[in-house]
């Protein structure tokens, strides 16, 4: 039976992320302000007076909170830096992720806990040993092993290295999400092609276009078959979480701070599910399965393992979207609750909507929930069906707040 406390890191993006995080079974979320994260185009990062919320709610439900600082830094950025870690350390935010020196040196100067990015590209003993002078946890890179992983895990105990705090360095490592073609390294496609720096948090993503690869001699051209060949298949370790958490790591991360709350919820729910299989000796292809289909129905480009088990790279990407078996179409917005009788009203701005139909609800009290919809009162009257304009009222077991979003599930085509 495993005994080391596995912590389980998920990605929060926006409130109803962190809910959804808290839900799911997290030990800690990690998430960006302003500009100075790499996800800073691909979502609307929380702001600078949004830390002190997070630190709060965080700390009511008894989870870590990590603020991501691990882009690049140019000189002109030194005094946001400095106002974010000023309110970080305020507001006792858990620790901070990065990999550039500017944010590693001040972390220490105002003794703020430091993990150190993947962007580091930590991939040996002598680098972790390195970096364990500024830092208590080391991300690895993406790239290695797991035999690799369990090397300098072993490595560690060996030469008794500990953190800038004194305690034994922890190693993390994801385990789940997007994975990119230059994986922990730096990127500059987007910089060079449209001047939208990767390494600032603005990649466009251009290596999950498709692609016509051109003989210069001939002029001939020969477009990639059903593959995006610089897109790969998003990271899943589920079916080898045993074989991950023996390799030593003490931390296990999954990707997606672009993504939405039901993505959270369900990812984070199916591995603490399963890192708690893996302590009872209960893991098994039977509870594999039923996890493989639940992480099917959000977001994915397809998955694989990674470089885990030693595989090249090679599992492309054969569609530029989600595969994921579940779509959520938008459908209202939440208008008022009624506590006593526990119903929640909301308002169709788009589509159409019927009893029978499996919707999701997110906000940021609830995080997500969903549920097959039953009974439907269409503006105070038992109907069957409600379209654009019309307000309506269903029996829910959590607290609806105003703007709160609903969702219809649908069969995703692409899938």
């Not at 507001?91 to 001040?106: G, L, P, S, T």
Request: net charge neutral; glycine share 8%; aromatic share 8%.
């Amino acid at each position: 039976m495993h005994t080391k406390k596995i912590e389980l890191l998920a990605p929060a993006g926006s409130f109803d992320c962190i809910q959804a995080a808290i839900n799911g079974g997290a030990d800690a979320i990690y998430f960006g302000v302003e500009q100075l994260n790499m996800r800073a185009k691909s979502v609307n990062a929380f702001s600078l007076d949004d830390i002190r919320q997070i630190a709060d709610t965080c700390k009511a439900n008894g989870i870590k909170s990590y603020i991501t600082l691990n882009t690049v830094m140019y000189d002109h950025d030194k005094q946001l830096l400095h106002s974010i870690l000023k309110e970080v350390k305020k507001r006792k935010i858990d620790a901070v992720i990065a990999a550039d020196f500017a944010v590693i040196v001040a972390c220490n100067h105002l003794g703020i806990p430091l993990h150190i990015s993947t962007q580091a590209n930590i991939s040996n003993i002598e680098t972790v040993q390195f970096y364990a002078r500024y830092a208590d946890v080391v991300v690895l890179a993406r790239e290695l092993t797991l035999k690799q992983i369990e090397q300098i895990g072993r490595e560690i105990k060996k030469k008794k290295v500990v953190g800038i705090s004194g305690e034994t360095l922890k190693v993390e490592a994801f385990v789940h999400g997007a994975l990119c073609m230059a994986i922990s390294g730096k990127c500059y496609l987007s910089l060079h092609t449209q001047n939208a720096s990767a390494n600032r948090g603005a990649c466009t993503q251009n290596c999950r276009h498709s692609y016509t690869v051109t003989d210069t001699e001939t002029n001939e051209s020969l477009l990639i078959d059903n593959e995006y060949i610089m897109s790969p298949k998003d990271l899943c370790t589920i079916t080898i979480l045993d074989q991950v958490i023996n390799s030593g790591v003490d931390v296990l991360k999954i990707e997606g701070r672009s993504k939405g709350a039901d993505y959270v919820y369900t990812v984070t729910n199916c591995y603490r599910e399963a890192i708690e299989a893996v302590e009872t000796n209960s893991f098994s292809n039977e509870k594999i399965d039923n996890w493989l289909s639940r992480l099917a129905t959000v977001y994915n480009r397809g998955f694989w393992e990674g470089y885990y088990l030693g595989h090249k790279l090679g599992e492309w990407t054969t569609h530029p979207g989600s595969v994921a078996t579940e779509k959520k179409v938008y459908v209202g917005k939440g208008s008022k609750y009624y506590p006593n009788i526990k119903i929640g009203e909301f308002i169709i701005e788009s589509g159409s909507i019927r009893p029978g139909d499996t919707i999701m609800i997110t906000g940021n009290s609830m995080g997500m929930a969903k549920e097959k919809l039953e009974t439907l009162v269409v503006n105070g009257v038992q109907a069957k069906i409600a379209v654009k304009g019309d307000k309506i009222t269903f029996p829910f077991g959590s607290k609806i707040t105003p703007g709160d979003k609903l969702y219809k599930m649908i069969e995703n085509p692409n899938a």
